[in-house]
């Protein structure tokens, strides 16, 4: 089993900033792509930003210059530095990680439990 668990969400008013983080822990062999992703009431679950395990990044049209994805192989964590905040940024943001188990060639995706980040005056 490989866990992931988020925090850094909360309330922020328009033009401010958030930095979210996530943990992977359990049976980690090796974890490829890190990503954030973000869901709103009925509509489906959006990528916001990946990056591979060598750092190279991608992000949704809608957070480019404004968001900043990053990791830390050797704490198996990742960050997603939010700037310049708008309230359309409103959801509940998951974290994902792609990899091996340790000691096989078995792969695992794992998700977050979510956390909350409103953009609100």
């Known amino acids: 089993q490989v866990q992931l668990v988020e925090s850094g969400g909360g309330l922020v008013q328009p033009g401010g900033s958030l930095r979210l983080s996530c943990a992977a822990s359990g049976s980690i062999g090796s974890i490829n792509n890190m990503g954030w992703y973000r869901q709103t009431p009925g509509k489906q679950r959006e990528l916001v930003a990946t990056?591979?395990?060598?750092?190279?990044?991608d992000y949704t049209d809608s957070v480019k210059g404004r968001f900043t994805i990053s990791r830390d192989n050797a704490k198996n964590t990742v960050y997603l530095q939010m700037n310049s905040l708008k309230p359309e940024d409103t959801a509940v943001y998951y974290c994902n990680a792609d990899g091996n188990y340790r000691g096989t060639w078995a792969r695992f995706s794992s998700w977050g439990q979510g956390t909350q980040v409103t953009v609100s005056s």
């Open positions: 990056v591979t395990k060598r750092g190279s990044t």
